[in-house]
């Protein structure tokens, strides 16, 4: 049996084209946004609808020395999309789910980081007031956090108990989770057992696409950043 699991993040943001530090600052979603999950949400289903028994019986099937239960989900076709509570996952999850006749369940703890002092400043504003504080997050942001801001530790905890709960809840199906930029890289690093002091190594563009499969021994990375 394979879960599989469609992993977004949020289209652009009003204002996107200055790279700026959102975190829990309620933003929307910029026209450009809102198209671009709507192009996403037709080449989701267009996916899920090409996708057969087939796509998972690669040589995963083998490896894993199951072959008699390894089979494709057992139930095909969206059966939910989750998504955090922010604005600009909310808006980019109502259109996704639109297109698969569904309505988004929101999970506040799938919210981005707090980047405390940092929220709403762009990137180069921060490095001016925080030059060595910025350095520091930037070079390791496992050891180092934005000032009064939220861990990565804590982040991860919140955020993939969330995962988990969700895939056990769907077991052999197919869902969807729309969250954010950070969020996503701590998900990405937990399923493929990278140091979280290497989540800035991953990168999540505007809208990006990311499949997982969750096999009874293991999770499989099957697209990244698409």
């Not at 879960?3 to 977004?8: E, I, N, V």
């Not at 290497?198 to 696409?209: G, P, T, V, W």
Request: hydrophobic share 40%.
């Amino acid at each position: 049996m394979v879960t599989t699991l469609y992993l977004l993040r949020h289209g652009e943001t009003a204002g996107g084209d200055t790279k700026r530090y959102h975190g829990s600052i309620d933003v929307p979603l910029s026209e450009k946004g809102k198209q671009q999950a709507a192009e996403k949400a037709v080449s989701l289903r267009r996916y899920i609808e090409k996708a057969t028994t087939s796509k998972h019986l690669s040589y995963l099937k083998d490896i894993q020395n199951n072959a008699d239960n390894q089979t494709a989900s057992s139930s095909s076709g969206l059966r939910a999309v989750y998504c955090s509570g922010l604005g600009r996952a909310v808006q980019s999850a109502e259109i996704i789910a639109e297109q698969f006749g569904l309505l988004p369940i929101r999970v506040a703890d799938l919210r981005e980081r707090s980047f405390g002092l940092w929220e709403g400043m762009t990137f180069s504003e921060i490095r001016e007031q925080y030059p060595e504080e910025f350095a520091a997050w930037a070079d390791n942001p496992l050891a180092y956090s934005p000032i009064g801001g939220e861990t990565t530790l804590e982040v991860r905890d919140r955020v993939i108990s969330v995962i988990s709960e969700i895939a056990e809840k769907h077991a052999g199906e197919e869902v969807a989770v729309v969250a954010h930029g950070g969020v996503n890289r701590i998900i990405l690093c937990h399923i493929l057992g990278i140091p979280l002091e290497n989540i800035f190594r991953i990168e999540q563009d505007y809208a990006a696409l990311n499949i997982i499969e969750f096999w009874e021994q293991y999770p499989v990375l099957k697209l990244l950043n698409g």
